[in-house]
């Protein structure tokens, strides 16, 4: 079974508009952290925000917010106001704490295309 | 955040030859190093976990005397892949935890290294 599910291959959206990436994780871990990741064309893994399955609250960081439905296990990423360098791959991933490895199990990704 | 350097950023190389890719954190002693590789529009699969001073581990389907990993210091990982074929081109991405703690940000990603075996 899938740990990480990204439905979304590719998205498109326009300029200074909000715009969700979807994400779904599955596990019998109570205690796991959930990861997105930002990889540009030059392929560099650029680290947006994280949540912590105990954390009462989402994340947020900026533009980036993290909504947390921890009894549907998913956690999408919330892109406000995009802009044109926003374009890029975008993974999510998971580290569960009880198997003990500390290693992120990534996503199949959603390719976001910004549209002036 | 930390930073994780890697070198060469991109090789290429001839089918039968052997390729080392360095691993390094540049601000921090990592005990434990990742290796993934991620083929084209595919996403980040893990190869294997280094902890310096001992063996790695490998992940299934991944083959130990191929991807010979060494991680003798606690800040320079390397990954060898030994007789490359052209089915090893790939990119492959190390990444470096920092020691102690649970911050959620203690795993730090390499830039990334192409490689094309022709």
């Known amino acids: 079974a899938q740990k990480i599910t990204q439905t979304q291959p590719g998205m498109f959206v326009q300029e200074k508009e909000a715009v969700t990436l979807d994400c779904t994780y599955d596990?019998?871990?109570?205690?796991?952290?959930l990861f997105w990741y930002k990889q540009p064309s030059s392929g560099e893994m650029i680290f947006l925000i994280y949540?912590?399955?105990?954390?009462?609250q989402n994340a947020t960081e900026g533009r980036y917010s993290l909504n947390f439905q921890k009894a549907r296990k998913s956690a999408n990423l919330v892109i406000s106001a995009s802009q044109l360098g926003d374009s890029a791959m975008y993974f999510c991933?998971?580290?569960?704490?009880?198997?003990?490895?500390?290693?992120?199990?990534f996503g199949s990704g959603t390719r976001l295309q910004v549209q002036p | 955040g930390a930073v994780v350097s890697q070198h060469p950023s991109w090789v290429i190389c001839k089918s039968g030859t052997s390729v080392k890719i360095e691993c390094r954190s540049l601000?921090?002693?990592?005990?434990?190093m990742f290796w993934y590789r991620q083929f084209p529009k595919q996403s980040l699969m893990l190869m294997a976990t280094?902890?310096?001073?001992?063996?790695?581990?490998?992940e299934q389907g991944v083959e130990k005397d191929k991807f010979l990993i060494n991680h003798a210091s606690l800040t320079l990982s390397t990954l060898t892949v030994t007789s490359a074929h052209p089915e090893d081109s790939s990119f492959y991405i190390c990444?470096?935890?920092?020691?102690?703690?649970?911050?959620?940000?203690?795993?730090?990603f390499g830039p990334g290294t192409r490689l094309t075996v022709l």
């Open positions: 991933a998971m580290r569960e704490a009880a198997t003990g490895r500390r290693a992120l199990t």
């Open positions: 949540q912590g399955s105990y954390d009462q």
């Open positions: 990444s470096a935890r920092t020691p102690g703690g649970s911050s959620y940000n203690e795993q730090f």
């Open positions: 596990t019998s871990d109570p205690s796991y952290g």
């Open positions: 280094s902890n310096e001073g001992s063996k790695a581990t490998y």
């Open positions: 601000d921090f002693q990592a005990t434990t």
